[in-house]
């Protein structure tokens, strides 16, 4: 959360913690017997959440690099991670098309939320605490009351499986990206569609919201990220990265928002509008 680190997670099997300023990789966190396809970090910085085709999901101290704990309960590949805003909860989106919830403390499993029809392939909670948000390959974006457990509602528009989901920084909007190739945007507590982001031509990985409320950012599966205005919906600006792009991956830690995409070549660029290019790191 404080800009230190960037974490990533790979089909060797692998969590790696980068430091953010010089790229120079700090540890190697090794425990998953599959691909890692999802990772998170606690608010506090304390400890690292990761998701891996092995069904489980694994917690680490992210200082020592020490594994945690390990949660088990889904009965296929775990495809999404994340946290809850106060650290007391951990939710996880699998192919066995349920999102679940854990206690971050204990590890024991608190609920099963089950309505999707396909795999969960993103999951994100709103900052307010108040609502779970899944996205999945049935085409629908699920809102899950956070509390309860009871699923608030079914947000459709997308006409393919949604690979990314996150929530505005005021809690006020939620922001999809599809294979499709759009992103859209809907109203939080109405769940109305209030955008179509037309402007990519492949599969849309990953989404983000900056701190101010004011620019989205998405990317695609080829290589270009975008950037758009939250006062008119319309495009500011793109980027591409050279070579073909096979992952990506938003951070929300720093002021403005960064995208960690993993090439065809194993290396790792970090993009930021800003100053594009400024780290490349090879994964082994």
């Not at 290589?223 to 939250?230: E, G, L, P, Q, T």
């Amino acid at each position: 959360p404080d800009g230190q680190w960037i974490v990533s997670g790979s089909w060797d099997k692998t969590v790696r913690v980068w430091d953010a300023a010089t790229g120079v990789q700090q540890a190697v966190l090794e425990g998953h017997t599959g691909d890692v396809t999802a990772v998170a970090v606690g608010p506090d910085g304390r400890w690292i959440v990761s998701g891996s085709n092995d069904d489980t999901v694994r917690v680490w101290d992210a200082a020592t690099g020490v594994q945690q704990a390990v949660l088990e309960g889904h009965t296929n590949s775990v495809r999404a991670v994340a946290v809850s805003p106060d650290g007391r909860w951990i939710m996880s989106g699998s192919d066995d098309k349920t999102v679940r919830v854990w206690d971050a403390t204990t590890g024991v499993q608190q609920a099963v939320l089950e309505g999707h029809t396909d795999a969960v392939g993103a999951v994100a909670v709103s900052p307010d605490g108040r609502w779970i948000v899944s996205g999945s390959g049935d085409a629908t974006v699920r809102v899950w009351d956070a509390a309860t457990g009871v699923q608030h509602a079914k947000l459709e528009g997308h006409t393919d499986g949604i690979e990314a989901v996150a929530v505005s920084p005021d809690s006020k909007w939620i922001v999809s990206g599809s294979w499709d190739a759009t992103v859209r945007v809907w109203d939080a507590a109405t769940g109305v569609q209030q955008s179509v982001l037309e402007g990519h031509t492949r599969k849309v990985t990953a989404v983000a919201v900056s701190a101010d409320n004011l620019v989205i950012e998405s990317t695609d599966i080829s290589n270009v990220a975008i950037r758009w205005s939250m006062s008119t919906w319309t495009k500011v600006d793109n980027t591409a990265v050279e070579n073909d792009a096979v992952s990506a991956s938003s951070s929300l830690s720093l002021d403005e928002p960064q995208w960690l995409i993993q090439r065809a070549d194993k290396s790792v660029v970090m993009i930021k509008f800003r100053d594009h290019a400024v780290g490349n790191q090879p994964v082994d």
